[in-house]
């Protein structure tokens, strides 16, 4: 009998505001990502995060009928998304 939506388990980052469905989840956000600095930066702008596909949207929704690519900040270089 599969549990209703308010009486699955979450998962709470104690050090963020991020909760989770699944204790794996959780483990990974606390080990790769919860206080990491943003690895992914706009060619375009200052924007910045975790992850790609971030980017990936920020720039077709903010700069909109550019070239979409990003900075990657872990390798200090330009990878094209297409």
């Known amino acids: 009998h599969p549990q209703s939506q308010d009486q699955t ?3 709470p980052c104690t050090d ?3 909760v989770f469905s699944r204790k794996c989840n959780l483990y990974y956000h606390r080990k790769y990502e919860c206080g990491q600095p943003p690895r992914f ?3 375009y ?3 910045r ?3 790609q596909s971030n980017v990936r ?3 077709r929704r903010i700069h909109a009928g550019r070239e979409v690519y990003f900075i990657d ?3 200090q270089g330009f990878e094209n998304l297409f």
């Open 16 to 18: 963020c505001p991020s």
């Open 9 to 11: 388990e979450r998962f």
């Open 49 to 51: 995060t975790r992850h």
């Open 41 to 43: 930066q706009c060619p």
């Open 57 to 59: 949207a920020h720039v």
């Open 73 to 75: 900040l872990g390798r």
């Open 45 to 47: 702008c200052q924007y």
